[in-house]
């Protein structure tokens, strides 16, 4: 990871620093689960008070939304997130909630600050140091970060996390590299040591996978979460419908591909729902060369393997993996993306928005988000027209809110 100095610092974005109290009226609701037609929708408060038919007095701002949808604001489930300017990104794209999948302390601190302290950037979620082995994949990006080799300094490597308040733990098992070019990856038993010491400290563990083998292990390891697929074959039923029995909820990281390939990155130049919102940042990473993708890259397979988790019932999550090092992905607009290639890949349109709201909230147990329901926080995003119908409307926001504070949108 390479930490990129832009004029994000210098961006000016108008807000009303307050949270507020307004009422969305003749709305289509998408809840996070269902969609419910003609609905108002009061915000007091920085809170949702009530969905249904509004009660509100008129003393508060009434915003007529006919023929408009009305979403909770949107979570990235997986991103690497370097710089304020991200959040900042984020956000102007609906993405109210950002879950850094490793990060170094050098980023991870100031970003925990601005999203403590800050109204004007995504709130932020991180599992800091991700657990590797000496050599493994995380460890290619000139930042030196301890590693794990053997079970004592994987229960030492998790006990240091969670004096440091990480979020969750990300254990990396790359077996494709391993495979293919000799990388070092963790071991059986250090994944196992990995994966009891982060759930007796309380966390989550949520595992970078890339072969079956890596999946199968992290399967029997106990894991909660796969922050990708395998990507050595397509579909596996077999495999998952294992994830299925055992409660994995997997993150397919198609923008990955997507990106790579660059597929997604000309989608989102040429459409002028994303275009003219894109920071100069984010243009320089949609347009920048491509590297060689490495052998066996293909979409058919991605897509094969996302067909077979959706028909096994497993809970998917959207998360972009948007991060420097990973070509032409960005904060913000690749996750709407992703929801495009979710519905490609067999997903429905109401189905792909789960996804990226309520299916994350539930995950990470984030039980003030994800849903518009009373007593929630009024993370919300309007947008023209029916994203359950054509999922690219999600592109067309009109409006943002983080906790009832509303961004002024500015192009650039």
Known sequence: MILVVTFFSLLVVSWDAFPQSFV??????????MVYTNMDVVVRDGRIASLGSSSASEDIPHINAAGETLLPGLIDAHTHTQEIGQLEESLRFGITTVLDMGTFPPYEIPLREAAATRVDVADFRSAGILATAPGGHGTEFGIEIPTVAGVEEAVDFVRKRSQENVDYLKIVMNGVRAARNGMPTLGEDTVRALVNSGHEAGLMVLAHVESQGDVRLAISAGVDGLVHHWRDSGAQPELAGLLAANNVFVMPTLTAIDGLLGLGPQALLQDE?????????????????????????????????????IRAGVQLLAGSDAFTGNPRIVHGASLHRLLELFVDAGLSPTEALRTATSNVAEAFDLSDRGRIQPGFRADLVLVRGDPTEDITVTRDILRVWKAGVELQRQSF
Not at 27 to 33: I, L, S
Not at 277 to 285: F, G, N, T
Request: no cysteine; aromatic share 8%.
């Open 273 to 309: 729902r994303v275009f003219p919102y894109l920071s100069d940042l984010a243009y320089r990473e949609l347009t920048k060369e491509l590297p060689t993708p490495p052998p066996g890259i293909s979409t058919t397979i991605a897509n094969q393997a996302t067909t077979s988790l």
């Open 24 to 33: 969305v009226t003749n709305a289509r609701v998408f809840d996070g689960k």
